[in-house]
């Protein structure tokens, strides 16, 4: 029964990355209006996910100066991957028709499902009310994420039909991640904490390399004051969250 409930629970969560789906219902014109502020929110709520969420939970579990070096190390690993991925993809062409911070975006998000996936497992696994409350956790700070990320696909050159395909591939590792975390759980436990900064490292990396420098671009002043309304937003949403289920 347990194995149900974590796979029933983990598809739930995989089917929120569809939220993008009501976008093909919205004109052209109203959707370029918003995308920018969708980037703005992701952003925003990239960073407050890192710093009020996963970065308190990981120096709690494994303390706050192998924190600083897996999340260093991470951040590093995805500076280079992104110059694999630029080189890779724009390189030969001289041009790129979707920004390279688009595939950072989804390796960080699948990061990040992941370990939704393995912490949904683990509560169900101590205990079914805890797997439930877990998983609305988990549910509440997708909706805003997902969201956000599917403007970031869609505003770095993906077709909307493409950035939906892709954005529920990227969701399916936190299935992959349910089912690690159920029939391993006793042996991959000591191993999950140390996710927690990886996954950080690509969200502070993919905030403040790609998303804020697009948010420079903006030159009028009332649109760029916009999106950083949208910024602080996120931030507000996630430590909303944090106060919700944790305070």
């Keep these: 029964m347990v194995f149900w409930y974590v796979v029933g629970a983990t598809l739930l969560v995989c089917l929120l990355s569809l939220v993008g789906v009501a976008s093909f219902w919205v004109k052209p014109k109203t959707m370029n209006r918003v995308l920018l502020l969708l980037v703005a929110f992701s952003a925003g709520a990239l960073m407050g996910g890192a710093f009020l969420h996963l970065l308190p939970e990981a120096v709690e579990e494994i303390g706050a ?120 759980s006793g042996s991959i436990a000591g191993v999950v904490p140390y996710l927690l900064p990886v996954a950080a490292g690509s969200f502070v990396y993919i905030a403040s390399s790609d998303l804020i420098p697009e948010l420079h671009k903006e030159p009028r002043l009332s649109k760029a004051l916009k999106s950083f309304a949208f910024f602080l937003l996120g931030i507000a949403f996630m430590y909303g969250l944090k106060l919700v289920f944790e305070g």
């Design 65 to 184: 100066e192998w924190f600083g070096v897996v999340f260093l190390a991470s951040f590093a690993l995805f500076f280079v991957l992104e110059r694999f991925v630029h080189w890779h993809h724009c390189h030969e062409s001289g041009h790129c028709d979707v920004h390279s911070f688009a595939y950072m975006n989804l390796v960080g998000d699948g990061i990040h499902n992941f370990v939704d996936g393995v912490i949904i497992a683990a509560s169900f696994a101590t205990s079914i009310p805890l797997g439930f409350t877990t998983t609305l956790a988990v549910i509440a700070h997708e909706v805003p994420q997902e969201i956000g990320d599917f403007g970031v696909l869609v505003y770095a050159g993906f077709s909307k039909a493409k950035a939906l395909a892709y954005n529920f591939l990227s969701s399916l590792t936190a299935l992959a991640g349910a089912l690690i975390g159920y029939y391993l």
